[in-house]
């Protein structure tokens, strides 16, 4: 946009960037909008569906809700949230990227065998082996926090 704004040609003797035919300010926005919209053929487009339109680009766009509050001039959050109209077909992409996170992978059957039991082994197993080690070892401090730690 800044881009654009650089390339528009100047008017001279003004410091508007958009001009009436004189070269003065604009009067009146919505005629000329109001013409666009002849040229364009469009017969059911208001001036104010633009804000609607730029609050849900905004959003879709995954701009902050509470900056857009300030930059449309709204008082409060709801009145900004009712602007902020989301498309079915963003809503349905929104619904689909939450899908791809929740998605568990689908897990291996590994055909269990006798070794792959043997060589399981959970943490209560590797504590039962470290114990019987320890009761033949005699009473010492760290012994005894040991096993008041893990008793």
Do not use: C
Request: hydrophobic share 35%; proline share 6%; aromatic share 10%.
């Amino acid at each position: 946009m800044v881009e654009l704004f650089r390339n528009y040609p100047p008017t001279a003797d003004s410091d508007f960037v958009f001009t009436n035919s004189a070269g003065g300010r604009l009067g009146w926005l919505q005629h000329g909008f109001r013409k666009a919209l002849v040229r364009a053929g469009l017969t059911d487009l208001h001036f104010h569906d633009l804000r609607h339109t730029f609050a849900s680009q905004w959003m879709m766009a995954g701009g902050d809700l509470y900056a857009l509050k300030d930059i449309l001039g709204h008082k409060s959050i709801s009145m900004t949230q009712r602007y902020a109209h989301l498309s079915p077909t963003y809503r349905r992409s929104m619904v689909d990227r939450m899908e791809q996170i929740w998605r568990k992978p689908t897990p291996t059957v590994v055909p269990k065998t006798p070794e792959k039991r043997l060589q399981r082994q959970t943490s209560a197993d590797r504590l039962a082996v470290s114990i019987p080690k320890l009761a033949n070892e005699p009473r010492t401090a760290k012994r005894e926090s040991f096993l008041e730690s893990t008793g």
